[in-house]
């Protein structure tokens, strides 16, 4: 099963970029930048990563930001995480990012972008990687500074496939964002955001119905409101689920206990996913085989799953067919 989990094409949906950094980039990154951190090492950094849930998780992620800095910490961040990303037999990330965290420590918009695309210009030439960009809003600062960060961004609108929302989600609604959203809309720009993880069925619905988005990630909560779960089935509304994150962030206490087989046996359309690789345990492939380990599902299970994060990907449609062949064939007969 490792082998053929390993050689499927695997498209990973939700990925924060800064998620990626280890802490042996982190500390490299550190030293370059004169930048000093609160640990004596790469270990004493791993034994912090231990959850209470998402915001205690949030206080770590943004701190480790701080070694980013200028527009080739950005590549080198990136292009770590495509390299292992492609190891794992990753073929296309959407990879998300967060600018308002970035901005607020006086890291321009352009050092942002130019080191991200250019590691994503990188990884199709050397990695037959394909990549998209997302750029996230804070749904935990105001929606006056989403605005603010999609108008700065506007030279670069054309290299955004999304705009995304994330952070701190219990008590921040998806409602404020609608404006920006509207306005990412109006410029070809569609929408994702993050409901439904430590936020209630409501936020999902909201962020469906005010936001517009076409994609939900994580998703998992949705199962408190049967209503909705029939309408992301009708609609068959992706949701980028993220096992591992999961556990991590204690929204499940232990991954057999997850309501991943229940969401797929609701009939909805799922994707497995990393979400924060550095901090949670593992890339997507680890993901993959966490749910062969925990629900011991089959290869169709996991050939579905792969097929499905390849058909909502942002990437050409040539890149899809090719990418839809390669599942097929590298998985055998059977699966078309
Ligand atoms: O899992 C997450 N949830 C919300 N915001 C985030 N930002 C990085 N990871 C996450
Ligand atoms: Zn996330």
């Keep these: ?30 030293e370059r930048n004169g930048v000093g951190l609160r640990y004596d090492s790469v270990e004493d950094v791993r034994e912090a990563y231990d959850f209470a849930d998402l915001q205690s998780f949030l206080d770590l992620y943004y701190q480790g930001m701080a070694v980013l800095q200028t527009a ?20 296309h990330v959407d990879l998300s990012f967060d600018p308002q965290a970035h901005l607020s420590r006086g890291v321009g918009m352009r050092a942002q972008m130019e ?20 750029m996230s809003f804070l749904r935990d600062q105001p929606a006056a500074s989403a605005l603010d960060v999609f108008e700065l961004a506007g030279p670069w609108h054309r290299h955004l496939s999304a705009v995304g929302l994330d952070s701190a989600e219990a008590g921040f609604p998806p409602a404020p964002f609608a404006e920006v959203f509207r306005r990412a809309r109006a410029a070809g720009i569609p929408g ?32 408190e409101d049967p209503a909705l779960v029939q309408r992301l089935r009708d609609d068959q509304i992706p949701l ?19 309501p991943l087989p229940a969401l797929l046996e609701a009939g909805l359309k799922l994707t497995l996913n990393s979400d924060d690789p550095a901090y949670f345990g593992g890339g997507v492939l680890t993901n993959f085989l966490a749910c062969q380990q925990a629900f011991g599902w089959d290869e169709e299970t996991f050939r579905q799953l ?11 449609e040539d890149r899809r067919r090719a990418l839809l062949a390669l599942l097929d064939g590298a998985t055998g007969p059977g699966s078309a």
Excluded at 251 to 257: Q, T
Aim: proline residues 4%; hydrophobic residues 45%; charged residues 25%.
């Design 1 to 30: 099963m490792y082998d053929f989990l390993r050689a499927l094409p695997k498209a990973e949906l939700h990925l924060h970029i800064e998620g990626s950094m280890e802490p042996e980039l982190m500390f490299k990154l550190a």
């Design 72 to 91: 080739d910490d950005f590549h080198d961040l990136a292009m770590d995480y495509f390299q292992r990303a492609a190891s794992e037999g990753v073929v």
């Design 115 to 134: 080191g991200l695309l250019a590691a994503m210009e990188e990884a199709r030439q050397e990695l037959d990687l394909s990549t998209a960009m997302i």
């Design 192 to 223: 994702v955001a993050h409901a439904g993880e430590e936020g209630p069925p409501d936020y999902i619905r909201d962020a469906l119905d005010l936001l517009g988005v076409i994609r939900i990630d994580h998703g998992v909560r949705c199962l």
């Design 240 to 258: 980028t689920v993220c096992p591992l994150s999961n556990v991590r962030l204690k929204v499940v206490d232990e991954l057999a206990r997850h």
């Design 306 to 316: 792969a097929r499905n994060a390849l058909e909502e990907a942002f990437m050409t």
